[in-house]
T-cell receptor
Framework: NAGVTQTPKFQVLKTGQSMTLQCAQD?????MSWYRQDPGMGLRLIHY???????DQGEVPNGYNVSRSTTEDFPLRLLSAAPSQTSVYFC?????????????FGEGSWLTVV | AQSVTQLGSHVSVSEGALVLLRCNYS??????LFWYVQYPNQGLQLLLK??????LVKGINGFEAEFKKSETSFHLTKPSAHMSDAAEYFC?????????????FGTGTRLQVTL
């Protein structure tokens, strides 16, 4: 059982480049989300999804796009990277049955924009 | 809107001493409350959670937290610190409306354990 898998783990981008952070979970979770972590600011919610085909914005959505075509995958797209997007990104998932409020996090993706 | 305040961005304790990490929350609905730990260059690991059952919640690694509605607090404690407890700790809140992945985090408290 792989849990929540994020790729890549490390990435360096140039300003203006685009890229996609991948997130996949094999637990059949309905809920998935993306957070960014910055020093002194904790984790902040970027986008989240309550099921395939349904996404919504979190606290800091600007500069990021998401889609949820399958239950398993929830990619995060940076269309035109900016230095302000240098951060550590975490994907998370959870479900509503059994133990509904345990949220599983991926191991993080370290992104540097130069 | 929900919010979480963690008092003290850095806490230093001696090995064997009591660990107390403070968390106060604000929520317009009954909250779910969580404590997560993050070791250097790693992801977040759930320590414990409060989901409106027992107000004293026991978690992994000897940690526990008590939900106090009157004080809107959910402080994390451990009777005796170990060197391996050195990490960053995050308190988080989620409402009960079903968006379980929508957590609001505090800014974190870095715990240092000294000999």
């Amino acid at each position: 059982n792989a849990g929540v898998t994020q790729t890549p783990k490390f990435q360096v981008l140039k300003t203006g480049q685009s890229m996609t952070l991948q997130c996949a979970q094999d637990m059949n979770h309905e809920y998935m989300s993306w957070y960014r972590q910055d020093p002194g600011m904790g984790l902040r919610l970027i986008h989240y999804s309550v099921g395939a085909g349904i996404t919504d914005q979190g606290e800091v959505p600007n500069g990021y796009n998401v889609s949820r075509s399958t239950t398993e995958d929830f990619p995060l797209r940076l269309l035109s990277a900016a230095p302000s997007q240098t951060s550590v990104y975490f994907c998370a998932s959870s479900y509503t049955g059994g133990d509904p409020d345990t949220i599983y996090f991926g191991e993080g993706s370290w992104l540097t924009v130069v | 809107a929900q919010s979480v305040t963690q008092l003290g961005s850095h806490v230093s304790v001696s090995e064997g001493a009591l660990v107390l990490l403070r968390c106060n929350y604000s929520s317009s609905v009954p909250p779910y409350l969580f404590w997560y730990v993050q070791y250097p260059n790693q992801g977040l690991q759930l320590l414990l959670k409060y989901t409106s059952a027992a107000t004293l919640v026991k978690g992994i690694n000897g940690f526990e937290a008590e939900f106090k509605k009157s004080e809107t607090s959910f402080h994390l404690t451990k009777p005796s610190a170990h060197m391996s407890d050195a990490a960053e700790y995050f308190c988080a809140v989620s409402d009960l409306t079903g968006t379980a992945s929508k957590l609001t985090f505090g800014t974190g408290t870095r715990l240092q354990v000294t000999l």
